[in-house]
């Protein structure tokens, strides 16, 4: 079965340090990986997906199939990236998403 | 569009007792989906329904039930509330085909069970 870790429950970081997510998986096929962000007060919403190859927000994300990862980064944190992530994985054209356990990244001024 | 929208937003039930919290959606998609959120356990998926009347079992279904019998709205039921079952409750849903894959989700449903 599949499985989504994020092994940091909490993460605190200075505003204008960079900041790295981690998420690793298991899939034995071919996954499609999400991150998906809960910022305060507001519903869960997608942030980007790795077919994509896009930068949101000034995050971007690498799938990494050897290491089996697909880590978010930003090169410079700010206040409002303050949420709580997860990273989310989807079977090869499958109609479900499994989770990961949740970061939740603190941004201080 | 409202998107995705759940009702109640807060409730709390002694254990023992039934609910229905109500899902539904206004985009005319196809799947629709019922998560738990727990702390450090992220998001697990308790039923889905990839269309109107169909239903199925997703990771952690046990002591509870669902039903989708009009395409916008998707039911979750708990017959005889348990402390174990106190959670925030997300709904969510998706188009079936034609561009990415996106899930769009409700605001939540706070639920208490004492």
């Known amino acids: 079965a599949q499985r989504v870790t994020q092994p940091e429950k909490l993460l605190s970081v200075f505003k204008g340090a960079p900041v790295e997510l981690k998420c690793n998986y298991s899939?034995?096929?071919?996954?499609?990986l999400f991150w998906y962000v809960q910022y305060s007060r507001q519903r869960l919403q997608l942030l980007l997906r790795?077919?994509s190859r896009e930068s949101i927000k000034g995050f971007t994300a690498d799938l990494n199939k050897g290491e089996t990862s697909f880590h978010l980064k930003k090169p410079f944190a700010q206040e409002e990236d303050s949420a709580m992530y997860y990273c989310?994985?989807?079977?090869?054209?499958?109609?479900?998403?499994?989770f990961g356990e949740g970061t939740q990244l603190t941004v201080n001024p | 569009n409202a998107g995705v929208t759940q009702t109640p937003k807060f409730r709390v039930l002694k254990t023992g007792q039934s609910m229905t919290l109500l899902c539904a959606q206004d985009?005319?998609?196809?799947?629709m989906y019922w998560y738990r959120q727990d702390p450090g356990m992220g998001l697990r998926l308790i039923h889905y329904?990839?269309?109107?009347?169909?239903?199925a079992k997703g990771e952690v279904p046990d002591g509870y039930n669902v039903s989708r019998l009009k395409k916008q709205n998707f039911l979750l039921g708990l017959e005889s509330a348990a402390p174990s079952q106190t959670s925030v409750y997300f709904c969510?849903?998706?188009?079936?085909?034609?561009?990415?894959?996106?899930?769009?989700f409700g605001p939540g449903t706070r639920l208490t069970v004492t």
């Open positions: 899939y034995s096929g071919s996954p499609e």
């Open positions: 790795h077919i």
């Open positions: 329904s990839v269309g109107e009347g169909t239903t």
């Open positions: 969510a849903s998706r188009r079936t085909s034609g561009g990415a894959y996106e899930q769009y």
């Open positions: 985009m005319n998609h196809e799947y």
């Open positions: 989310a994985l989807r079977e090869t054209s499958g109609s479900r998403l499994t």
